[in-house]
């Protein structure tokens, strides 16, 4: 005797929000929360009380206790992932390539499409400040000093590449030398035969155990997101913000057409994929480079973002994001293209066609020629500004909104990082099209296996 059981009686489980909605309520809880707190201590001053005869500032306790230890362990445990994931997952893509060649091909393609990406960034940037020209007008010169750091030459990043020490490599997080590294390593287990076979299925089991911790960590995501916000806001000046208005909104601008038009071009133009789907699946990536302001720290969720949802193969993705996360510096350039006319146009400089040529030329070079170096957004503007003779000291100037933009950039950045791996992907027939045009890829396995049942039912 057979029963059946009718599942359309049962009642529907409740839908939980996706991961995406639940940061996206996190980073506006965490605005809001932030601009109250600035706005109270701004007008009636610190609230303190007393714990066991100890004087407590409210804002201290929130601001820089609660907010800071539980948003700086967050980036920490993102920031703990990036090398053995970038180490493993390029072992494992390397390793994989039946046709050595191959690997020249990707970097080359890569590396092109970078480089033509940021110097796109830039031209775009320049003729949009020289159009609306943000700094005229303005008296904002300060006594302020900005000191550069010396950047190093794009000869000397060459020969830094190869790692002397891949162990104090791994340690610093020197991602150059780490993906040499884990380049020739890959390619000499796939040379190696029996030995490297048994090494490769080792590898694909970390890479397993890696990327199921980067789900367990992106579903703590909104509660890093929330203190994120909200320690920013709490202390961010909102004059600040209103005296560089058309400034802050310029790059704004600029970086949003460079995320929605200019990206959308080049990929249908050179991939034929379409653009909605990058866009929509970008999501997640793009909320935690924003909150974090960090290509590495978002490196984890950019890689499952371009394999799991947009359906890149590993063996092209594990090279392709990680070298952009390190060299692809599109919204940085936008910042520097804007900056550069607007420290121009307040300290009354004119500069000539060439000058704006060199500013293009010098930045786009140098995304390439700092990469991995600290603070290299304000290394690389310091640069282009001494190039075409302007005051380095005029970065002093825009310092106080440059954590906002930078939270925007970056997640530009991570964009372009997926964007040049499908369109290399697409171009080495290591895309999977249906991932890619299927709204639902990238689910979790419990979903798949209910979904399943459910049909089978």
Not at 10 to 20: D, V
Not at 250 to 264: D, R
Not at 288 to 295: D, E, N, V, Y
Request: proline share 4%; charged share 10%.
């Amino acid at each position: 005797m057979t029963t059946s059981i009718n599942l359309s009686s049962q009642k529907p489980t409740p839908q939980k929000l996706g991961l995406t909605a639940r940061i996206f309520i996190g980073m506006i809880a965490g605005i809001i929360i932030g601009a109250l707190l600035q706005w109270l201590f701004d007008d009636s001053g610190d609230f303190s009380f007393s714990v066991f005869g100890l004087h407590v500032s409210t804002y201290t306790l929130l601001v820089e206790g609660i907010f800071n230890v539980v948003g700086s362990i967050f980036i920490a445990s993102l920031k703990m992932l990036v090398v053995p994931l970038v180490f493993v997952s390029l072992v494992c893509g390397t390793s994989s390539l039946s046709d050595p060649s191959k690997l020249g091909r990707l970097g080359g393609k890569s590396i092109l499409l970078y480089i033509f990406t940021t110097a796109l960034a830039i031209s775009l940037a320049v003729t949009f400040a020289l159009l609306i020209k943000p700094g005229e007008g303005l008296n904002l010169v300060s006594e302020s000093n900005y000191i550069a750091k010396e950047a190093p030459s794009l000869g000397q990043v060459i020969i830094n590449m190869m790692p002397t020490n891949p162990i104090n490599a791994m340690a610093e997080g020197n991602m150059l030398q780490i993906i040499v590294f884990a380049v020739l390593f890959g390619i000499s287990m796939a040379m190696t035969g029996d030995a490297g076979k048994r090494l490769t299925s080792v590898f694909e089991d970390l890479s397993a155990v890696i990327m199921k911790l980067v789900t367990i960590l992106m579903n703590l995501a909104p509660y890093g997101v929330f203190v994120l916000m909200a320690k920013l806001f709490a202390t961010i000046g909102f004059d600040t913000i209103a005296s560089l208005l058309k400034y802050f909104l310029l790059v704004l601008f600029a970086l949003f057409v460079h995320a929605f038009v200019t990206y959308p071009i080049v990929l249908k133009t050179l991939s034929g994929l379409s653009p909605l789907n990058l866009i929509r699946k970008m999501r997640d990536a793009a909320l935690f480079a924003f909150s974090t302001s960090s290509s590495s720290a978002t490196l984890p969720v950019t890689m499952e973002t371009a394999i799991s949802k947009l359906g890149v193969k590993r063996s092209v993705a594990s090279f392709t994001v990680p070298l952009g996360s390190t060299i692809n510096m599109d919204g940085t350039a936008i910042m520097q293209g804007v900056a550069t006319v607007f420290i121009a146009q307040v300290y009354g400089v004119d500069l000539s066609l060439g000058d704006y040529m060199m500013v293009i030329l010098t930045a786009t070079l140098a995304s390439v020629g700092t990469a991995g170096v600290p603070g290299v957004g304000l290394i690389m503007l310091a640069m282009v500004l001494q190039q075409v003779n302007l005051p380095v000291e005029g970065i002093a100037l825009i310092i106080g909104v440059d954590r906002l933009l930078d939270m925007t950039r970056t997640a530009v950045n991570v964009t372009g990082d997926c964007m040049v791996a499908c369109i290399v992907a697409k171009s080495e027939s290591e895309l999977d099209i249906e991932v890619y045009n299927d709204p639902d890829a990238g689910i979790s396995a419990e979903k798949v296996d209910f979904k399943h049942l459910d049909n089978n039912s």
